[in-house]
């Protein structure tokens, strides 16, 4: 819709149709905040949404990366696979201890998209029963939302 800006899309699988139509949304100045891609679907039109293409499938592990001033642990990712991406037209803005991209921001035309490839709902809902830790990621989400 032309009156939504920001569209956050976070814990779900995008077809590639929805992101054929999401690339243009985000050409036209869209904000597309994108947690956990699934690495089954990713093709062309994850590649130029993200700016990043897959290089390898590694095992679901933890991993720990600083944003913001803080450190983040997430240990989740979409059906299992902790996607190692190479950036294309995107900028890094975070790196695991491993040095693997986390965290990526990708301008297309007048919008932008801002990924997480860790699956972030996943971790906070191990811990949704501790209103201390689970109030910690409203800065998590400013983050990305102010990429």
Known sequence: SAGVKTLVVAGMHLRVE???VLIE????GGR???HGPDAFNWGPA???LIGAKPVQYRSNRAVQFELGGSVWGLDTFPRGLCLEVQAESA????RDE??????LKNRLGQGQVVVALPLVEGTIAKVS????VREGW??????????
């Open 18 to 20: 929805e992101a054929d």
């Open 25 to 28: 949304w985000v050409r036209g």
């Open 32 to 34: 597309l905040i994108w």
């Open 46 to 48: 994850y590649n130029e």
């Open 91 to 94: 900028e890094v803005l975070a």
């Open 98 to 103: 491993r040095g693997l991209p986390v965290v």
């Open 129 to 132: 029963a501790y209103a201390q």
């Open 138 to 147: 409203e800065i998590f989400y400013k983050l990305m939302l102010e990429a």
